[in-house]
């Protein structure tokens, strides 16, 4: 569900590792799962998305899995980089209302040399 | 591809005054229109959405109102704002794809 009033986890990680971001959404029946990137002071950058029907998507250095017997959703970034430091917050779009898009709470990461 | 451009991208109200908001986009036409907040180092909260000009879904009850006067502009409004109205204001419109939302650069309001 939606989670805005809660500060945001913090994940740190060293350059050139590889980062996991972790997603827990809250409705079955969503169909279409999204990641997005806000970098401080500008809105929201769509990174990935993903249907219901896949469990694995891969872009350039990140990669979504959908695990959907345990609403889990996560972002991984191969070898990451400073300009990879940033909120990432996953979205879901329920099937009962498709003009909507379900945000989670996000996640800081923080990449230091 | 399309761009939402919103301004001010800046603004400093007192408590009372009005505020006024404006969200346009191009390179697309009959978009979803998206008004969400968010408070500093939180996540995004739905205010407002609209899927046609004059048709708006409220989202919050607050003291904020919002209104599409054309198929491409998007407005939030105050009639008297509130020190809890201040934070982080994004446009965000549906893409002609997928259901992926695009985002404008936001406006950064302070209530004084």
């Known amino acids: 569900g939606e989670s805005v009033g809660l500060h945001l986890p913090t994940l740190s990680v060293q350059e050139g590792d590889n980062s996991i971001i972790n997603c827990a959404y809250s409705n079955s029946a969503s169909d279409y799962f999204i990641w997005y990137k806000q970098e401080s002071g500008k809105g929201p950058q769509f990174i990935i998305d993903?249907?219901?029907?896949?469990d694995k998507r891969q872009g350039q250095r990140v990669t979504v899995l959908l695990n959907k017997t345990v609403k889990h959703l996560s972002l991984q970034i191969a070898a990451t980089q400073p300009g990879d430091s940033a909120v990432y917050f996953c979205?879901?779009?329920?099937?009962?209302?498709?003009?909507?898009?379900?945000f989670g709470t996000g996640t800081r990461l923080q990449v230091f040399p | 591809s399309q761009t939402i451009h919103q301004w001010p991208a800046t603004l400093v109200q007192p408590v009372g005054s009005p505020l006024s908001l404006e969200c346009t986009v191009e390179g697309t036409s009959n978009p979803n229109l998206y008004w969400y907040r968010q408070a500093a180092g939180r996540g995004l909260q739905l205010l407002f959405y609209?899927?046609?000009?004059?048709?708006i879904s409220s989202e919050v009850p607050q003291n904020l109102s919002a209104s599409r006067p054309q198929d491409r502009q998007f407005i939030l409004s105050s009639k008297k704002l509130l020190l809890s109205d201040s934070g982080f204001y994004l446009c965000?419109?549906?893409?002609?794809?997928?259901?992926?939302?695009?985002f404008g650069p936001g406006t950064r309001l302070t209530v004084t």
């Open positions: 965000a419109s549906y893409g002609t794809g997928a259901y992926e939302q695009y």
């Open positions: 609209s899927v046609g000009i004059g048709q």
């Open positions: 979205a879901e779009t329920p099937v009962y209302n498709t003009d909507k898009l379900i």
């Open positions: 993903i249907r219901s029907n896949m």
